[in-house]
């Protein structure tokens, strides 16, 4: 059974900066992709980033470009999310997710995904 569980989620002052981790377990595929998506209150979830666990090839949305970085640690089966100037428009709450096989070109669609993780919190004050 897939599971996928987040942390590093809390509250900053806007320019200052958050690392989520993401570790999965579970996985009977070697090669997945892994995502993070976010959602604030009455918005729909949006794709942050993705990586390839298998060439970690990258993608990330228009609006975190520059200035969040998704990296992975496959010995530790955990991905990360460094969150760097971050403004009071980030704050949503942060998921994890996951889909076997490469990420591709439907990487930020919410329904590409299989597995999710239960969320963190991250909240930018001005």
């Known amino acids: 059974q897939v599971e996928l569980v987040e942390s590093g989620g809390g509250s900053v002052q806007a320019g200052g900066s958050l690392r989520l981790s993401c570790v999965a377990s579970?996985?009977?595929?070697?090669?997945?992709?892994m995502g993070w998506f976010r959602q604030a209150p009455g918005k729909e979830r949006e794709g942050v980033g993705s990586?390839?666990?298998?060439?970690?090839?990258?993608y990330y949305a228009d609006s975190v470009q520059g200035r969040f970085t998704i990296s992975l640690d496959s010995a530790k089966n955990t991905v990360y999310l460094e969150m760097n100037r971050l403004v009071p428009e980030d704050t949503a709450m942060y998921y994890c997710?996951?889909?076997?096989?490469?990420?591709?070109?439907?990487?930020?669609?919410?329904?590409?995904?299989?597995?999710w993780g239960q969320g963190t919190q991250v909240t930018v004050s001005s």
């Open positions: 997710a996951a889909v076997p096989g490469a990420c591709g070109g439907y990487w930020s669609r919410p329904a590409r995904y299989n597995f």
């Open positions: 990586i390839n666990t298998g060439d970690h090839f990258k």
């Open positions: 579970g996985f009977t595929y070697s090669r997945n992709c």
